[in-house]
C-alpha cells in the first residue's frame, strides 16, 4: 500500500464515533474505517462514488454484516455507483429490488484488499498551485533628468 512504517510507529490515531443523530448499530462500518485510515495514510482519496460496508478482522477479512437492502438501497438514494459487500452477504443482495440493483455496481470482497483496489484513487490529489501574485512594485518614476523641466 506504500504506507510508511515509521510514520505508522510514530503516529496517534484517535476515531471517534459521536452517539449524534446517526444511528450507528454493529461492526458493519469496520472496513470502511480501515479504509479510511489507509487513505489517511497514504495520502489516497476515498473515491466519492463508492460505499462500503463490512465487519473487518485482525486479518483483513471481510465478514457479513446486517440490513444489507437498507444500506444498499441508502447508497442508491446517496447517488453511489459502486458497493462493496463482504462475499458471505451476496445472498442479501436477492432482497434488493431489481431496478435498483441495474443502476448499481455490487461488489463482493473476501478480504479489505478487494475494496482498497478500487476505493482508493490511483495517487494523491496534486494541490491547487499557489496563485502567481507578482510582488510588489514602486510606480516607475523614470530618471531624475526626465523629471526636471528644461
Known amino acids: 500500500l506504500g504506507i510508511d512504517h515509521d510514520k505508522i510507529a510514530n503516529s496517534d490515531l484517535h476515531i471517534h464515533l459521536p452517539q449524534g443523530a446517526i444511528k450507528k448499530d ?38 457479513p454484516i446486517g440490513g444489507v437492502k437498507e444500506k444498499v438501497l441508502a447508497a442508491h438514494r446517496a447517488g453511489i455507483k459502486i458497493v462493496f459487500l463482504p462475499k458471505r452477504n451476496e445472498k442479501d443482495v436477492l432482497d434488493i429490488p431489481d431496478e435498483v440493483k441495474s443502476e448499481l455496481d ?45
Open 26 to 63: 454493529g461492526p458493519s462500518a469496520g472496513v470502511a474505517l480501515t479504509c479510511a485510515v489507509v487513505s489517511s495514510f497514504t495520502k489516497r482519496p476515498i473515491r466519492n462514488d463508492v460505499a462500503i460496508t463490512g465487519e473487518i478482522d485482525l486479518r483483513g477479512n471481510a465478514l
Open 106 to 150: 455490487i461488489r463482493y470482497m473476501s478480504k479489505i484488499d478487494d475494496a482498497l483496489a478500487v476505493a482508493l484513487a490511483d495517487a494523491p490529489p496534486t494541490p491547487d498551485p499557489e496563485p502567481a501574485i507578482p510582488p510588489p512594485t514602486a510606480p516607475s518614476r523614470g530618471n531624475v533628468g526626465e523629471r526636471l523641466p528644461s
